[in-house]
């Protein structure tokens, strides 16, 4: 056996080369060190696999005919031993068949004798590639699963502790689970944490807005097609269910799904295969889905908007989570941690909050949950270089209180007051929005869930007038 020169240098590509011919082992190893490998070297397949058990290589080079195991089945002994070693077959150029039956077999490459070193050398620059690219993906992998665990939701409210608990228990399973609560509580987020917390972590997280597909494309983007399905389905494509396989299927805003589909997606849930659309036969998906909205379900299905079937199939696990409203003591710690995240996007120092400011954050009741509150603080890191947020840099929305008409009707609401009309419940409540967002039109529209055409023509319809000398609409104001 040959052993190299001198110590190789730190996270050299690990190369155990198995040869029993003692003068090419020797020619191999010594030349394969000096370009810079950890070699070691191996008279037969017995004394490899003794090696592998000691410490690992990254590549066994290996010769196709030795005595005693040969190098196809020393290749699957390798495979079920040492799983991530890349294995190269040293073969006579009458053996490439055999090499090409091993490369089927698994193996991943392999170098015609005679061959010159640096012919070796070549495959072995492409494994360290290879493995390489393996080691910044499982990084990245690593780095994606530490963001989204359910330990990082920030807040120590009671409701919080119940939502990480919530989700460390549906990770563990592997039922469907329904994500509830308002616009921006972070329903993706805990969604991820069920993903990277489970046994799917390695397996796709695909998630889809379902208010963003249209109905006509729904089905097609849904459950995929075959080539020649439809007009302009020049190629076969796989729709999000079968992208989901082997991972989690995350459903956003699951209520907007057509009615037709809804039935289709049931199916799919029940039965585990999928059938594309100008498909003669069906495929099989190996998913767990996970649903989210901000709907109440219950309501759509006595009302027949949402089939009670296909609800009861998601709602078999359930995460309630809170708006900011229910629990402001988680609001300080929230807001550092935001103000952290978009200083590092803005390559700037996160220098945190004044007093007065932690106070007015504190006091504002955030209907767009954690979504206004980061829009708010990108806002005002935008006015502050070099110093804290003060309560004077948030937005008049955060600092201001409410619009007195709103308060008035939160107050008749909470104290169980009647005589007051739908209309005048809307417009105070569109009053309050508009207040807190400071007529930002746009904003508005996100934390109402409607869009801006609509908004404008609510605005009209109640003849809301903003800040400022009394005006109909004016430039800046149409309703695109």
């Keep these: 056996m040959s052993a190299p020169a001198s110590p190789p240098p730190a996270g050299a590509l690990r190369v155990l080369v198995v040869e029993d011919d003692p003068r090419l082992l020797d020619i191999l190893t010594r030349h394969l060190d000096r370009l810079g490998y950890a070699v070691r070297g191996a008279r037969g397949a017995a004394e490899a696999l003794q090696l592998l058990d000691g410490a690992a290589s990254d590549v066994v080079l290996s010769d196709v005919r030795m005595p005693g195991m040969d190098g196809r089945t020393l290749l699957g002994e390798v495979r079920s031993r040492h799983p991530a070693s890349k294995f190269v077959l040293m073969t006579a150029f009458g053996s490439v068949d055999y090499a090409v039956e091993a490369m089927q077999a698994g193996a991943y490459s392999y170098v015609l004798k005679p061959f010159k070193v640096e012919a070796v050398a ?20 690593r780095e994606v699963m530490g963001r989204f665990t359910a330990d990082r939701l920030v807040g120590e409210s009671a409701a919080m502790r119940e939502v990480r608990r919530a989700l460390r228990e549906a990770a563990e399973a592997n039922a469907t689970v329904l994500v509830t609560g308002p616009s921006g509580t972070g329903k993706e987020l805990a969604a991820r944490a069920i993903h990277y917390g489970g046994r799917r972590s390695r397996g796709p997280f695909v998630p889809v807005n379902c208010a963003a597909v249209p109905e006509p494309l729904f089905e097609s983007a849904m459950f995929g097609h075959r080539k020649g399905a439809f007009t302009g389905a020049s190629e076969s494509q796989a729709g999000f269910l079968e992208q989901s396989s082997g991972g989690t299927l995350f459903l956003d805003e699951v209520a907007e799904i057509p009615p037709p589909q809804q039935a289709k997606l049931l199916r799919v849930l029940q039965d585990g295969v999928v059938t594309p659309v100008g498909g ?45 409203s229910a629990r402001p003591e988680d609001v300080p710690a929230l807001a550092e941690h935001l103000l952290v995240d978009i200083a590092r996007s803005q390559g700037a120092p996160a220098l945190g909050f004044t007093p007065a400011a932690l106070a007015a954050l504190s006091a504002h009741r955030w209907p767009g949950n954690a979504r206004e509150l980061r829009n708010a603080l990108e806002r005002a890191s935008v006015a502050v270089r070099g110093r804290r947020i003060d309560a004077a840099d948030l937005p008049p929305s955060v600092r201001q209180p409410p619009a007195a008409g709103a308060e008035r009707v939160a107050e008749a609401a909470a104290e169980g007051a009647a005589g007051l009309s739908l209309a005048e419940v809307e417009k105070a409540h569109l009053l309050r929005i508009l207040a807190q967002t400071g007529w930002n039109r746009s904003l508005a529209a996100r934390l109402l869930g409607i869009d801006r055409r609509t908004l404008f023509a609510k605005i009209q319809r109640h003849g809301l007038v903003g800040p400022g000398p009394a005006r109909s609409a004016g430039p800046g104001d149409e309703p695109g």
Excluded: S
């Design 122 to 141: 070549a495959v072995l620059r492409n494994a360290a590639r290879e493995l390489e690219l393996r080691r910044e993906v499982e990084g990245l992998r």
């Design 280 to 324: 003669a036969r069906p495929v099989e998906v190996d998913l767990r889905v996970v649903a989210a909205t901000n709907r109440d379900l219950e309501a759509m299905v006595a009302r027949g908007a949402f089939r009670e079937d296909l609800f009861y199939r998601l709602n078999v696990l359930r995460i309630e989570m809170p708006p900011l």
